[in-house]
């Protein structure tokens, strides 16, 4: 199969972005969300995704279970957090957006399970590039008391990112992806590179985290012996290590709706929904505001 430059991809969805009007604005819960997760111990929150099971396996004959656990939020695509201690070359700061990202082991259910419930599988779970599968997300915010919780369609990304297999989930991204005010940095496309994004955020992990990746399958029985150099406690220092690297992930969650409820004041806690209506986006609910390309109403708690 013929591959796609990645370059030529960005420059070409680039092109018909600028077609627009005008950028589109940043969501308007953006800043207040970060500035919550930031204030955080640990950007900790709880991932949500659906779990496909054979029908013979259901106990309720249902074709899927929902599946939950614990994750950190590597930040934003796009704008990965500063780290002096992280050696990975990083991308100019061409580009920003609104999608909460974190990684993941390829070898983990819950990377196969974003691509098998995409209605698209292509039976290869979370090996490849892909994904489109609906998530939920959830933060809670102590010192604000506040709850984010961010629905939507996360994207699995691997090294294959730039290849053909990884062309809807780029499409998917970059659509809601912009320029930064005032870049004059890779405006051709060229500089920005999918896959240095990805190597950014390996070295953003400690070397003990990298190594992680050179653990056992997770899951697998403790009493099968691990082979391929495969173990506990490893430190990876390389970022173009191939174990490591053949199985991480970056995770990117692209939101649709977005659920802040403030219970600062436990007299008067308030509620806000936030639902992505895109470029030409009309108010839906009573009392709804159109900002940007969302449309922000508040309701009862």
């Not at 819960?29 to 111990?41: C, D, N, Q, Y």
């Not at 779990?51 to 013979?56: G, I």
């Not at 009309?282 to 109403?297: A, L």
Request: with cysteine; net charge neutral.
């Amino acid at each position: 199969m013929t591959t796609r430059p990645a370059s030529r991809f960005l420059t070409s969805l680039t092109s018909k972005m600028s077609t627009r009007q005008s950028q589109p604005a940043p969501a308007p819960w953006r800043e207040p969300f970060l500035k919550h997760i930031t204030s955080m111990a640990q950007p900790t929150f709880v991932l949500a995704t659906l779990h496909p099971v054979p029908t013979s396996e259901s106990p309720s004959s249902l074709p899927v279970v929902p599946r939950a656990r614990t994750c950190i939020c590597r930040g934003l695509w796009a704008d990965l957090p500063a780290n002096d201690r992280n050696p990975a070359p990083r991308n100019p700061p061409a580009w920003e957006s609104d999608l909460p990202v974190l990684t993941t082991d390829a070898r983990m259910e819950k990377a196969a399970e974003v691509v098998d419930t995409a209605g698209l599988a292509t039976g290869s779970g979370g090996g490849a590039t892909g994904g489109g599968g609906p998530v939920e997300a959830v933060w809670w915010a102590e010192n604000p008391a506040t709850q984010w919780r961010v629905r939507g369609a996360a994207w699995v990304l691997g090294p294959d990112v730039e290849g053909d297999e990884g062309a809807r989930a780029r499409e998917a991204i970059l659509a809601r992806m912009r320029r930064r005010k005032g870049d004059t940095a890779g405006q051709d496309g060229e500089e920005w590179g999918w896959k240095r994004e990805l190597t950014a955020h390996f070295g953003n992990l400690s070397p003990v985290m990298r190594g992680t990746f050179r653990a056992p399958p997770p899951g697998s029985p403790v009493a099968i012996p691990p082979e391929g150099g495969l173990g506990q406690g490893q430190e990876v220092d390389d970022l173009e290590d191939e174990v490591a690297r053949s199985s991480f992930r970056v995770v990117v969650i692209v939101p649709t709706e977005v659920d802040q409820v403030d219970l600062s004041d436990q007299l008067r806690p308030r509620r806000w929904l936030y639902t992505y209506r895109g470029p030409s986006g009309q108010s839906k609910q009573p009392g709804g505001e159109v900002i940007g390309e969302w449309e922000k109403v508040e309701v009862w708690p």
